[in-house]
């Protein structure tokens, strides 16, 4: 009877159905919060954890010169670019085959129904497609550690422009992508050049003072630029454009967006990436050129040689 009585109060005790997905729906909401509130603090953990480990960097290596620190920086930087270019090299080319088997009607009867669907999907051809090539892309950047990767794609921009001339006013054929292509490969060789440009000073410079400066003048004017309206600059397209979900940059590559011609190139949210690419690599660039800005007004020695000959033009007004 004992035995029978503690049954009857446990079955009183334990919830109904409804009771069950209420209590369920109440502990996912509090432990929402608290995984919520919790990333949010790693996230600021490690904004802290990432400037600790620079000071801390810096600290461990007192004596390392300014021009070495720069060139140091220098290096990720054109690994950066140099991935960026063989990727979009890469991407370019196997968007516009896909491309061109999906208008002419090719691509069913080479790939079956089923995939020739999913490559007309950009989520699909974007994972599949696209971000493989990027991971070749990288893998040649560390395999070709001399080469940037300007001058095939400077060419190929050339080539893939006079290939529409001909085509337009030879065969009277014309599609799409073809100028999507061009657009795509010289965005990416016009914002992904410019660290490198600054790097060896190509940048055309509008001189009212300037040339008539010391080199210590030269250096501390040029460190003074860097901050105020180099960083800077980078900082407020990094903010505006990855600051949400929704932001001109992270809302195309979360979306994969692309043109709404059709049968074009499935890349445009890789252009809207190319803002970010721009801002880090020269955000990494304005810092290295700080470094060795510094240098020129303490007068250190070793001051860099341009290797490509480029000259920095100079307008005096």
Same mark, same amino acid.
């Given at each position: 009877?004992?035995?029978?009585?503690?049954?009857?109060?446990?079955?009183?005790?334990?919830?109904?159905?409804?009771?069950?997905?209420?209590?369920?729906?109440?502990?996912?909401?509090?432990?929402?919060?608290?995984?919520?509130?919790?990333?949010?603090?790693?996230?600021?953990?490690?904004?802290?954890?990432?400037?600790?480990?620079?000071?801390?960097?810096?600290?461990?290596?007192?004596?390392?010169?300014?021009?070495?620190?720069?060139?140091?920086?220098?290096?990720?930087?054109?690994? +950066? /670019?140099? @991935?960026?270019?063989?990727? %979009? *090299?890469?991407?370019?080319?196997?968007?516009? $085959?896909?491309?061109?088997?999906?208008?002419?009607?090719?691509?069913?009867?080479?790939?079956?129904?089923?995939?020739?669907?999913?490559?007309?999907?950009?989520?699909?051809?974007?994972?599949?497609?696209?971000?493989?090539?990027?991971?070749?892309?990288?893998?040649?950047?560390?395999?070709?550690?001399?080469?940037?990767?300007?001058?095939?794609?400077?060419?190929?921009?050339?080539?893939?422009?006079?290939?529409?001339?001909?085509?337009?006013?030879?065969?009277?054929?014309?599609?799409?992508?073809?100028?999507?292509?061009?657009?795509?490969?010289?965005?990416?060789?016009?914002?992904?050049?410019?660290?490198?440009?600054?790097?060896?000073?190509?940048?055309?410079?509008?001189?009212?003072?300037?040339?008539?400066?010391?080199?210590?003048?030269?250096? +501390? /004017?040029? @460190?003074?630029?860097?901050? %105020? *309206?180099?960083?800077?600059?980078?900082?407020? $397209?990094?903010?505006?454009?990855?600051?949400?979900?929704?932001?001109?940059?992270?809302?195309?590559?979360?979306?994969?967006?692309?043109?709404?011609?059709?049968?074009?190139?499935?890349?445009?949210?890789?252009?809207?990436?190319?803002?970010?690419?721009?801002?880090?690599?020269?955000?990494?660039?304005?810092?290295?050129?700080?470094?060795?800005?510094?240098?020129?007004?303490?007068?250190?020695?070793?001051?860099?040689?341009?290797?490509?000959?480029?000259?920095?033009?100079?307008?005096?007004?």
């Amino acid at each position: 009877m004992a035995d029978h009585g503690r049954t009857d109060v446990v079955q009183t005790l334990a919830p109904s159905d409804n009771e069950t997905v209420i209590i369920v729906l109440c502990r996912c909401f509090a432990w929402c919060m608290i995984a919520t509130v919790s990333a949010f603090l790693v996230q600021a953990t490690l904004y802290v954890l990432a400037w600790a480990a620079a000071i801390a960097y810096v600290l461990r290596t007192p004596g390392r010169p300014l021009r070495a620190e720069s060139e140091t920086i220098y290096g990720i930087v054109r690994f +950066i /670019v140099r @991935a960026a270019f063989w990727a %979009v *090299l890469l991407i370019g080319i196997a968007d516009i $085959i896909v491309s061109f088997l999906r208008v002419e009607g090719f691509l069913p009867g080479l790939v079956g129904e089923k995939m020739a669907f999913d490559l007309s999907r950009s989520s699909f051809r974007g994972t599949y497609v696209h971000f493989p090539m990027i991971i070749i892309g990288i893998g040649i950047a560390i395999s070709r550690p001399r080469t940037l990767g300007f001058t095939w794609l400077a060419l190929l921009v050339v080539v893939a422009e006079l290939l529409i001339v001909f085509s337009r006013f030879v065969f009277s054929y014309e599609q799409a992508f073809m100028a999507d292509l061009v657009r795509f490969w010289y965005a990416a060789l016009f914002l992904f050049a410019s660290a490198y440009t600054l790097m060896e000073e190509g940048h055309v410079r509008v001189d009212v003072f300037y040339s008539g400066f010391s080199e210590r003048k030269k250096g +501390i /004017v040029n @460190a003074v630029g860097c901050v %105020v *309206l180099g960083m800077s600059l980078c900082w407020v $397209i990094i903010h505006y454009g990855m600051n949400n979900s929704a932001s001109i940059i992270n809302g195309p590559l979360l979306s994969f967006e692309v043109t709404q011609t059709g049968f074009g190139l499935y890349v445009k949210y890789w252009m809207a990436g190319f803002l970010a690419i721009y801002a880090v690599t020269m955000l990494l660039q304005f810092s290295g050129y700080f470094l060795e800005s510094i240098a020129d007004f303490r007068g250190d020695p070793g001051k860099r040689q341009l290797e490509t000959g480029v000259a920095h033009e100079t307008y005096e007004t």
